[in-house]
């Protein structure tokens, strides 16, 4: 052991073997050292120290104390000394103040004292400043006490000291790695390189960018993505390594300990520059000097105060860079001959004080651990180290006991290939989830050991998660629980688990929960698709026992299908994405099923025959009777509709079957609703002028949003009911389409938006809202010629570029050119600033700023985005918000279907407009028959001469028996027609005939195809005069 500084013999100011020679054959394990005394742990346990006398300086002695306890490790402050056993034990020794020692001519230590408060802990760390002390445990908790005067103890206060151990509870769930304290700060470092500081910070000491004391832990964030690996710290200076070699340092520098050639403080980390190209494996700090090894050339690098010899350097002066040490001579070729031909080399270093420490050893012994760097600091326990044990009774205890600790398990399962896990920010768990899912299927293996862990997990670990963790790394614990959770099976214990766990995550603080939906963002395939899964079969049991139990309020319910909605629009965002049917819930056949069965316990004598189409027929909303039977099962029918409507806001568990199903259910018992108890609006429109009729009638009859159902009749017409009520909606989307009256349309797209200058009606928007809720509603189809962007609005999902590309694609796509520009030159190209042209009044052009001073903001590279995103918002959204409010409001007047807001904007838009996706072929495989089979001549027939139709002919025959050209929502497929044969006289005299209500078409039996085909196309012509429509 080589020592130098104020302790050593002669003159301090080179590297002495004086101590060697008192513990030679003895193997050091750690020394520290501060003012006055000097402890060195040996690998047997022992103690020894040394302690400066008032004026001489004494050699190392046993210290006799521990007569039954092996020591691992020792740190000193000014005021104590801690001492850590090899079992965990921690012993606390008073050191006599500067005072005391100046009456009695010497330094003394006080007989060492189990700290009773940390008996039952194992701890596996100690760390002192001045007159504070850290420890870290086993299990990872991190506890502190002494002077709190600059907050150094991190408990949020300052001033008021504590004289026992506390948990630095902020800390809670941090993989702790390393624990280090300097004069008045502390450090704590992450397995994952993330580090924290607190305590004292007036000369930057803390890396923060300032010199602001800190209460609590902050997070060092300048050292991010650095790869921390140690940290040590100085009275007013703190040293990192990364695990490439490089050396930072911070905070006081006024003897040049920072290395940066300067006396200046450093506020920030800042690379020791003058030790590039060597690759550092350990530093240590004393209280104003640093030394770092490089073992690739064996040397030990020094720099700062140099007063005491502490730099070896045989100087006294201060040093403002790194200078190796000079030991050339006592060792030969980087050692020295020991008399058996055997070379010595540095194995490791130590600083503290004013003192400087070497431990050397053979170098064939060295090569093994040449590169670590703190080889001597014991890790906290991990479950996946535990799983790789032999499974006794000490292993299964301390199985348990790591799954009730966040700390334990946030470091379990990293991601070690390449260092993985150190890349851990708010984009990256760093966890090997396929080493976790090995784990916890080993662990299946043991029942008892697998409940145990559950009950740990249940009832201490998800407790005592923190709804805003200090450090990213605590939120590994919501991705590993779920692996335990799949190895449970689908049990009550794993619902439970689930169920806590969704508690647990809700209850994140929103920055928070953000980083977890990009963790999951990033999941494996497998995993993200498992975790679905599990979600989803949780949601559908939850769902069953809430409708079973008719209860309208389900937490947990809730939590699950909130959790369930996030990953659905999570998975938008990944690489790899799942299909959207594993996060469905088959909702309609859950209501059915408990309608059914309660429909049994109200009518047990009821056959299944009868109480299939009785429940079918509750579903549609139709009469029931007023018995008492009745009224309880109409009460439970209602309690299930409201719980139905509690799961709109959870759209992604309806698939498109499932919401056009809901949709009708709704639509059909709102429309029974009005027949039974409400007036239908009925109105008389001219099929001349059916927007100004239909807008005048609504507004002498009140506007009609008190109406539920709604029917036209044209002037001088006898048809009445569904087929009429959907041809005036074919023609009012062709007549708001080209009067121009209310809305804009844009030349390039033909597409309708709202007019920059008011309608010549006040009211219009207001009502065609209104008109708009009819057709959804009512189950109509009216092409109003809306871009996509309407029905975001409508959905309170904000449009986007693309949506203004739809509207005007001329000017959509300028704006992407601006996105799209490679050069740094846009100012210069596109000569654009933050305002956008406007139209005045008086038809003149103005400039519209779009952000304050947007005259004199030009958009450039940097803020590009903005300027898109600010200007698709002016033109899609402000420009047209009062507008767009009275649209809306009518949209969203009484009797609108709750149903609506589970369609996506694509979907409600096909839902009202209808769709062009014309498969033919579909219309005939779907086709049905009443008075004809599928093999008839008459049927072959009619299919060939609608086969040769032409694309606009085949609409045509849509309209004449629908009543519109376009397709429902959902498909051709769901279109489905009936062909039937009234059997007339004299069918070739005939003309077919449409019953638009049904979509039935009454086809003569022609003789022969040439007369099939032109009465089909007279009748197809003339539809008014062959159409018949009625309910």
Not at 45 to 61: A, H
Request: net charge negative; with cysteine; proline share 4%.
């Amino acid at each position: 052991m080589l020592c130098w500084g104020e302790l050593t013999s002669g003159s301090g100011q080179n590297p002495c073997s004086q101590s060697e020679e008192i513990l030679k054959g003895e193997r050091v394990q750690h020394v520290c050292s501060r003012e006055g005394v000097t402890v060195f742990v040996l690998e047997n346990g022992k103690v020894y120290t040394r302690v400066r006398g008032w004026k001489r300086k004494s050699k190392p002695g046993q210290f006799t104390h521990f007569k039954e306890q092996k020591i691992d490790i020792a740190e000193s402050g000014i005021s104590h000394i801690l001492f850590l056993s090899k079992t965990g034990i921690v012993f606390q020794s008073e050191v006599k103040s500067k005072e005391t020692a100046a009456k009695v001519k010497e330094f003394s230590m006080m007989k060492p004292q189990v700290l009773k408060s940390l008996s039952d802990t194992h701890i596996i760390q100690v760390a002192c400043g001045n007159n504070h002390s850290l420890t870290l445990s086993k299990n990872g908790q991190l506890f502190a006490w002494g002077q709190n005067t600059y907050g150094q103890l991190g408990h949020g206060t300052k001033d008021v000291s504590q004289h026992s151990p506390q948990s630095v509870i902020s800390l809670t769930g941090m993989p702790v790695a390393q624990i280090a304290a300097g004069g008045e700060h502390s450090f704590a470092l992450s397995l994952s390189g993330t580090v924290f500081g607190w305590g004292r910070n007036n000369h930057g000491q803390l890396g923060l960018k300032d010199t602001e004391d800190r209460l609590e832990p902050n997070h060092v964030t300048l050292l991010k993505g650095k790869r921390t690996i140690y940290i040590a710290c100085g009275e007013e200076h703190t040293a990192v390594l990364t695990k490439d070699g490089l050396v930072y340092t911070f905070g006081a520098g006024s003897y040049g300990q920072l290395g940066h050639n300067s006396t200046k403080d450093e506020i920030k980390p800042h690379l020791v520059g003058y030790l590039f190209g060597s690759k550092v494996s350990q530093i240590a700090c004393g209280s104003y000097h640093t030394l770092v090894f490089v073992p690739s050339c064996g040397k030990i690098y020094s720099f700062g105060r140099g007063e005491e010899g502490q730099l070896g350097n045989k100087e006294t002066r201060d040093q403002l860079v790194p200078l190796s040490i000079n030991i050339t001579d006592i060792f030969a070729y980087n050692g020295y001959e020991d008399g058996h031909g055997a070379k010595l080399a540095v194995k490791r270093i130590f600083a503290g004080g004013h003192q400087s420490f070497a431990e050397c050893c053979d170098e064939m012994d060295l090569l093994p651990c040449v590169n670590q760097s703190f080889n001597t600091l014991r890790r906290i326990v991990t479950v996946d180290q535990l799983l790789e044990q032999e499974l006794d009774k000490n292993t299964r205890k301390g199985i348990v006991r790591a799954f009730s600790s966040s700390q334990t398990l946030c470091g379990s399962f990293l991601d070690v290939n390449k260092d993985g896990h150190f890349k851990t920010n708010g984009e990256t768990s760093g966890l090997n989830l396929s080493a976790a899912y090995l784990g916890f299927v080993m662990l299946a293996k043991n029942s008892s050991v697998l409940q145990q862990v559950k009950t740990a997990v249940q009832h201490h670990l998800i407790p005592s998660l923190p709804r805003s963790p200090t450090c990213v790394e605590t939120l590994r614990v919501y991705i590993i629980i779920p692996e335990l959770i799949a190895v449970l099976g689908e049990s009550r214990d794993s619902a439970t688990l689930l169920e806590s766990l969704s508690r647990s995550i809700l209850s994140l603080e929103d920055s928070y929960f953000k980083i977890l939906e990009r963790w999951w963002c990033k999941m494996p395939y497998y995993f993200f698709l498992r975790l679905v899964r599990m979600y989803q079969k949780e949601s559908h049991r939850l769902l069953q026992l809430t409708m079973t139990g008719a209860s309208q309020c389900n937490p947990q319910l809730h939590n699950s299908l909130k959790i369930l909605q996030t990953l659905y629009q999570v998975n938008f965002c990944r690489h790899h994405t799942i299909q959207e049917r594993n996060f469905c819930i088959p909702v309609m056949k859950v209501i059915k099923d408990s309608l059914t069965a309660f429909a049994a316990q109200c009518f047990p004598k009821a056959p299944r025959a009868v109480m299939d189409p009785f429940v079918n027929n509750a579903m549609r909303g139709c009469y029931m009777p007023f018995e008492p039977e009745y009224e309880q099962f109409k009460q439970y029918l209602s309690v299930l509709c409201k719980i139905k409507e509690e799961l709109i806001p959870f759209r992604c568990i309806f698939d498109m079957e499932t919401k056009l199903k809901l949709w009708k259910m709704e639509s059909q018992m709102l429309q029974k609703q009005a027949f039974i108890s409400e007036p239908i609006l009925s109105l008389e429109v001219s099929r001349d002028a059916v927007l100004r009729d239909v807008l005048d009638n609504l507004r002498s009859q009140g506007t009609g949003d008190q109406y539920a159902a709604f029917q036209v009749e044209f002037t001088g017409e006898d048809s009445f009911g569904y087929g009429v009520t959907q041809e005036f909606f074919t023609l009012l989307g062709r007549e708001l389409h080209s009067n121009g009256q209310i809305f804009q349309q844009h030349e390039e797209s033909g597409l309708l938006w709202f007019p920059s200058r008011e309608p010549e009606m006040d009211d219009a928007f207001y009502l065609l809202g209104i008109l708009c809720r009819f057709v959804v509603s009512n189950g109509f189809i009216c092409n109003f010629h809306f871009p996509l962007a309407l029905y975001k609005k409508l959905l309170h999902v904000p449009p986007t570029l693309d949506d203004l590309k739809e509207l005007s694609p001329t000017e959509g796509k300028s704006l992407q050119d601006v996105l799209d520009y490679e050069y740094d030159d846009i100012e210069e190209t596109f000569y654009l600033d933050f305002t956008i042209p406007i139209e005045t009044a008086d038809g003149m052009t103005a400039r519209k700023e779009l952000i304050p001073n947007g005259n004199n903001t030009p958009v450039q590279k940097h803020n590009r985005k903005q300027f898109v995103d600010a200007y698709v918002d002016y033109r899609l959204n402000t420009t047209v918000e009062q507008e767009f409010e009275a649209f809306s409001r009518g949209f969203r007047s009484r009797y609108s279907l709750p149903v609506v807001d589970i369609f996506l904007p694509e979907e409600l838009r096909d839902v009202i407009q209808g769709n062009t996706k014309y498969e033919w072929e579909l219309l005939e495989q779907n086709a049905i028959y009443d008075g004809y089979a599928r093999t008839d001549a008459i049927v072959r027939n009619f299919w060939e001469v609608f086969e040769n139709l032409s694309e606009d002919m085949k609409k045509q025959f849509l309209a004449f028996l629908t009543g519109s050209d376009r397709i429902p929502v959902g498909g051709i497929g769901n279109l489905r027609i009936q062909i039937i044969n009234n059997r007339s006289e004299e069918p070739d005299s005939t003309y077919p005939c449409a019953y638009t209500c049904t979509r039935t078409l009454d086809l003569p039996n022609y003789s022969s195809i040439e007369i099939l085909r032109e009465k089909l196309l007279h009748a197809m012509k003339f539809g008014e005069e062959f159409t018949i429509i009625w309910d």
